[in-house]
């Protein structure tokens, strides 16, 4: 497709939406709903102006470390191959000068009808929901996943399913896949059960998707801490 068949603002290849919404955002990143022809899509949005912008998160924008976009697309590839959601990536990119990050951009499609945190201000969930919502974060922490962003309005929900997808993985990590309650799984899941309790989680569903993580085997000691704020 030309260039002039596309979206002039962006440095992807995205076709002018036929409605376009801004979601989110502050001065350097924004995320934008876009209804393409295709279906709804996401549109994120980082920029690192000059001049020092470039420098900000030096680890994260050079050479050194994966930017903010790459982490989150080497997410949703990973999940999507490990079978737990479907392939909500459809494009991403870079622009740099110099080695240095200015502008990244990540197209990802729409997923359910609603975040956990709007399903929770519904009410609790119910038995599929949460058992689905357990199986789904222990294949998450299995394929080797590793998020300190693990909340509530990150997991998406389809309650046709029910079935669910996590988005917005711009500081995760990858390890080994495999059974282990390594410190940052447990991390993971503390972080994610006290945004649970603030959102007014009954304490049993807290508890039952704690439970619901583990497997026959060591129950490792350092499981209690997040038990205990279950």
């Known amino acids: 497709m030309e260039r002039s068949n596309l979206m002039k603002d962006s440095i992807l290849s ?10 989110t955002g502050s001065r350097t990143s924004w995320v934008e709903r876009l209804e393409l022809a295709e279906g709804t899509c996401f549109w994120k949005t980082y920029i690192y102006p000059g001049p020092f912008g470039p420098l900000r998160g030096i680890f994260r924008n050079t050479f050194l470390a994966d930017s903010r976009v790459e982490r989150e697309a080497r997410a949703l590839e990973g999940l999507a191959a490990a079978g737990l959601q479907p392939d909500l990536l459809v494009a991403k990119g870079e622009f740099r000068r ?4 200015l502008r990244a951009e990540i197209l990802t499609r729409a997923f359910g009808s609603t975040d956990l945190a709007q399903r929770l201000a519904l009410g609790p969930l119910n038995r599929r929901e949460l058992d689905s919502l357990a199986r789904f974060l222990r294949g998450l922490h299995e ?7 693990l909340k509530a309005r990150n997991l998406l929900l389809d309650p046709s399913g029910p079935s669910w997808a996590k988005i917005d993985a711009s500081s995760s990590s990858w390890r080994r ?3 282990v309650f390594d410190a940052r799984r447990c991390r993971d899941l503390e972080h994610l059960l006290l945004d649970l309790r ?15 993580q583990w497997f026959p085997g060591p129950r490792p000691a350092r499981l209690s801490a997040a038990r205990a704020r279950a």
């Open 177 to 179: 896949p495999g059974v």
């Open 14 to 23: 995205i076709p002018p939406p036929l409605r376009r919404e801004r979601v």
């Open 198 to 212: 603030q959102l007014g989680m009954p304490a049993w569903q807290r508890r039952r998707l704690l439970v619901l």
């Open 98 to 101: 110099l080695g240095f990050l």
């Open 143 to 149: 394929s080797g996943l590793r998020d300190p962003d």
